[in-house]
């Protein structure tokens, strides 16, 4: 371990009391060796020479494992806490960005507005209605705080804040906006906004719609503030105990969570890679993780940009203690624990660990069984190891559900933030949805085109032509369509029935949309929309108009120009559910291994799915309380999904600004995440040793030893005197015996090599799983030496006659495989003998050859 590896370690080790409990375990234990390693030099050394190595070994092993193991601990947890701030750092620059790509659409749509251009071109001077056009804009797009026109010259000819009247700009952005062709996004001070310490602005020159000049400029000025503080709101820390920030390519703060604990315009330290080292800012050091954005359709946000969380290490692992295991059946405990190898190796080392003593102590005990003289001595010493090794076991029990409720807190969570963000995304993208239809519903050639008596081959030329430029701006519309009071579509872009994106529209034949009409419960719900600021919404059903795919579809009531209190007809606006609820799932999984995303609706149908064997419009399987989940509520579980052990986390949507809290519309949908910790395992698990405790009882003269351990949950007893030693069960070599299904392999002894035999498999009928509690127990009968394959060894007691009963079985003349009980802890503990004899005699059957 290098120095500096070694000063982190001291550097966080105060902060985690956990990884302090198990150090001192293991320094206990440690000790705990070296003085049994020289009381059995001491006292018997002939008789203890053969486990002296063992002990020996045992003891370096410790001290290595102390040093590796609090290391591996301060570095899981310390990639715990990095990875939790890691995912909202991240996340925040996402959602940041994916607002933003819209805002790039907006200017470059609205710049091209006819109305507003022929405005600016001086065409007429109806600035009155100007203004009623920019705040109806400004009613449907709530993301903005000031929408501004100008001419070339910067004169601002209206604008729609009346509280912050601006006559003219001399900003440079005016400059560099007439000479481009594509908008302008600028942050920063500007006299367009005075008396804002910034402003994030998207500018576009508009045209002349006759001659094509360059008359002006539109300038959208985005709310901001309002925006990033509900950001930190929805995905900030609820305990405080981190900032989330958003930082500019300077690393200086744009938005705090908390300004008044890191102020905006503050320069702080980055962490771009992920290093696990502490920062310092403030005289305070930090846990740190930063991320630049991703892009989003090939926008890659204000330049630098980057998300960013900080959390002080004082309390980066001083969360309230998970609960995970308190309600959890202990069989799916103890099977998504048996993965611990894969989720968490640094507790999968404190498990084999404790594994490592209780053999070691066991192997002792087994050969001191029946002894006398020194080497009850060396019994002496054994017993002194097995009761300190049963207390060191307790602390390591303890250390090891204390760090296994921390990764699983820390997965509950995670998963918990993740469905939250997803169920986040969608509201957004489709709030943009809500306002794009009402908007375009607007549109003045639009509204022409529905009042005339007929449509012309040329009006529906050129109305279709305003329906293609739209939807190549917008592309998360597979098909924009405007109909009459009938509902018959009279124009729209893909003017076929066919569904290019779709991978299979049903047909063969393109059938015309032009001339059909939409269903007559959707017209009636549009011609019933009261206001300009009304919209209907299709339910999530297959429609012809997406290739007989499910999908939303939006739509506003279209009206007349000079009355708009009649409406003359409607748009709809198809949306590509398909392409854009994956991009959002995907994106916000942000390819995390084993994990699947799901949309589901309140009954559990799936909208949409990263899983290939769960398609849309299937039921996904879900506990019904979390269906009726409260909106904006959020709750995990660690579940069994497909056979494997899963932690659950879900959302329920909320809205975002007025869509689905003000505006009358209601479309619950539910985010629900899974992440796969590994198949479920066909048995019952680990078992509590301590649960099992024997009570001590003074024997009779001429007590009886036995070597117990377990078949799955139950107790099991062999003579001691006929057990040599254990050896952990991923020692066997796998290899088949021909007919005789329970023997599983071979062991290499110092001597020999001897079958294994599934002793799980004779008594229960099914094969046995190896995991890191299998032991395998060296038995001799006569002559012969086999290997049993046992699920955890439990202890070698000594019980009086009076306590061994015959069962029922014992009256046969085979007299069975168990043909006794030992009655322990005054009867409420049966522990099943095996005869040896009539084991051996099951397994050497004649094709078997044990030698």
Known sequence: MSASSALQIDTF?????????????????????????????????????TIIPTMAATRAGFDRLELELVSSLVHEKAANALTEIGTKAQYVIDIVVRNLYERTADVGFLATDRELC????????????????????????????????????????????????????????????????????????TDLRPGRQRALIYSRRMLHPETGAVVGILCLCFDF?????????????????????????????????????????????????GSSGLLMFGGREYLVRTFHA???????????????VMIPVEVAFSANVSSALAGLDSNIADGLLSHARTFCPPLYEIMSAAETIRRVVWNGQVMAAGQCGDLLKLKTILDQISETGNRSNELFSKSIRDLYETVLGSS??????????????????????????????????????????????????????????????????????????????????????????????????????????????????????????????????????????????????????????????????????????????RGGLNKKQGMTGFFIDRAGHIISSTDPSRPVGSQLEIEPSLLALDNGKSASRIVLHDNHY??????????????????????????????????????????????????????????????TFFIDQELFALPAECVIEAFTGTEITPLSLGSRSECIGMLSLSQEVIWVFDLGHLIRGTPSVIDSSSQVLIARHGNKTIGLLVSELHGVPEFNESQIVPTPLASLVDGGLVPQVIKANEGRLLIQVIDVANLFCMLMKPEVHIE
């Open 118 to 189: 022929s405005f600016v071109a001086g065409i007429h001077d109806r600035q009155q209605d100007i203004r009623e056009r920019l705040l109806a804009y400004r009613r449907k797009y709530t993301v903005y705080d000031e929408i501004m026109l100008l001419d070339t010259h910067g004169n601002v000819l209206v604008q729609i804040d009346e509280h912050m009247q601006v006559e003219g700009s001399v900003d440079p952005l005016l400059t560099e906006t007439l000479a481009s062709e594509n908008y302008v996004e600028t942050f920063r001070a």
């Open 646 to 707: 899963a932690i659950m986390g879900c959302s329920a949507s909320s809205g975002y600004r007025e869509f689905k809290v003000s505006d009358g519309y209601k479309e619950d949908v539910i985010a629900v995440v899974f992440e796969s910790f590994g198949q479920v395992r066909e048995y019952n698990g680990t078992r509590n040793v301590q649960s099992f405790a024997l009570e001590a009882k003074s024997p009779e003269t001429n007590g009886r030893e036995f070597a």
């Open 13 to 49: 080790l105060p902060y985690m009391r956990d990884v302090t409990r198990c150090e001192q375990s293991l320094r206990e234990l440690s000790l705990m060796w070296r003085m049994i390693e020289s009381s059995a030099k001491m006292n018997c050394p002939v008789e203890a020479g």
């Open 225 to 273: 503030e309002r925006e990033m503080a509900g950001i930190f709101t929805s995905h900030g820390d609820p305990k405080k105990r981190s900032n989330m920030l958003l930082l500019d390519r300077d690393n200086r703060v744009i938005a705090s969570a908390d300004p008044l604990w890191i102020p905006v315009d503050a320069a702080v330290p980055v962490n771009q890679d």
């Open 412 to 585: 509950l969570l995670n998963a918990e933030f993740t469905s939250h963000l997803l169920v986040d995304l969608l509201d957004r993208n489709l709030y943009e949805r809500a306002d794009d239809c009402r908007w375009w519903a607007l549109t003045p050639e639009l509204r022409a085109a529905l009042a005339a008596p007929e449509q012309s081959r040329q009006s529906v030329e050129q109305t279709t032509g305003i329906l293609s430029y739209i939807n190549q701006l917008y592309t998360v519309y597979t098909r924009i369509f405007i109909y009459d009071l009938s509902g018959r579509i009279i124009a729209c872009t893909n003017p076929e029935r066919g569904d290019n994106n779709a991978p299979d529209s049903g047909s063969d034949v393109a059938i015309p949309i032009i001339g059909a009409n939409i269903d007559p419960e959707t017209l009636s719900s549009v011609l019933a929309l009261s206001t300009e600021q009304d919209y209907h919404v299709t339910s999530f059903l297959p429609t012809t108009l997406y290739g007989d795919r499910p999908t939303y579809i939006y739509h506003a009531a279209i009206r007349h120009q000079d009355d708009p209190s009649s409406v003359i007809g409607g748009i709809g606006i198809v949306f590509d559910a398909a392409a854009e609820f994956l991009a959002m799932l």
């Open 294 to 308: 991703e892009g989003y359709q090939g926008y890659m946000g204000p330049l630098g940009w980057q998300g960013q």
